[in-house]
């Protein structure tokens, strides 16, 4: 497997009352994290990510931090808040394994696993998902900073990999970090993002 990368630029939200986003997970893109899957852009039973590639699957609402193996997750990674915010949801008591069809009983509609809510200013929120089992370190009402450690990375819910899968949402509406406009980018660079960092998006093939 060869693994490229194209750099998206941090850049202003579109506009001024948008969340600003650090990276949700303690790593080092390209090196000890990377990114698996993006927001599913197409409505369609089809699938793109905001650049018209492949790097999502149908229904996709959120964007996936994996890690490289699970011994980097028995080490320990940290998962970050994204933006400072007030906690309205937790779990923390579901066990890390990967996910067959018959663990759905077990997982009964949890698909997130164990996770963390957060509700931001302006009607926007964070959730993050398939946390590692115990380690959720926030609680209910708590009020977090940009950076707080939530947790630690897992393998929790309905997943085949250890990775934080980060879902932003306004008014209850999903929005791709990325193309927080909901346009895609096919072939043109990035410009409008709603992340205060720069990411590197990871190409596999």
Known sequence: MRTTALLITCATPAVAQDLHLGL??????????????????????????????????????????GLPSLSAMDAGVDVLASAAGTVRGVRNDMRDVLYTPELAGEINGRDCGNGVVVAHDGGWETQYCHMKEGSVTVVMGEHVGTGDVIGQVGLSGWTQFPNVHISVRHSGAVV????????????????????????TRQLAD
Do not use: M
């Open 176 to 199: 791709d970090p990325f193309a927080p406009d909901g346009d895609r980018g096919c072939g043109a660079e990035v410009e409008n993002t709603l992340w205060n960092v720069p990411l």
């Open 24 to 65: 949700p997970v303690d790593c080092t893109l390209g090196d000890t994290c990377y990114i698996q899957n993006y927001v599913d852009t197409d409505s369609s039973e089809a699938a793109l990510d905001f650049l018209c590639g492949s790097l999502t699957y149908d229904g996709h609402k959120g964007t996936d931090f």
